[in-house]
Nanobody, 123 residues
Framework: QVQLAESGGGLVQAGGSLRLSCLAR????????MAWYRQAPGKQREEREL??????????NYADDVKGRFTISRDDARLTLYLQMDNLKPEDTAVYYC??????????????WGRGTQVTVSS
């Protein structure tokens, strides 16, 4: 089983920055795509939106409203995913979730979610 643990959330003023981290734990043979999603206040789990993702080869993809402000990266040696968030806006307020997929040691596929970290941006 693969577990993901996010950290780095908090309260910040508009225009400020935060750096989220997500550590993967478990016996994995490979990790493919990793991603950050967010769930805004009042939204249901099914309404989580993709913020950014990164492939095993380093190809990145961003939601339009975070392009130029957020940067996703990964350190496979440390099994850690990052999200650098700059020029934060109140509308970025949400619970941010880490997501990853790949193969565990026996070749079985996995898709895992973290428990989330709260990001609150005040105006």
């Amino acid at each position: 089983q693969v577990q993901l643990a996010e950290s780095g959330g908090g309260l910040v003023q508009a225009g400020g920055s935060l750096r989220l981290s997500c550590l993967a734990r478990g016996i994995m043979s490979s990790v493919n795509s990793m991603a950050w999603y967010r769930q805004a206040p009042g939204k249901q789990r099914e309404e989580r939106e993709l913020v950014a993702n990164i492939s095993s080869g380093g190809q990145t993809n961003y939601a339009d409203d975070v392009k130029g402000r957020f940067t996703i990266s990964r350190d496979d040696a440390r099994l850690t995913l990052y999200l650098q968030m700059d020029n934060l806006k109140p509308e970025d307020t949400a619970v941010y979730y880490c997501n990853a997929d790949g193969l565990i040691y026996d070749g079985s596929p996995f898709v895992s979610w973290g428990r989330g970290t709260q990001v609150t941006v005040s105006s």
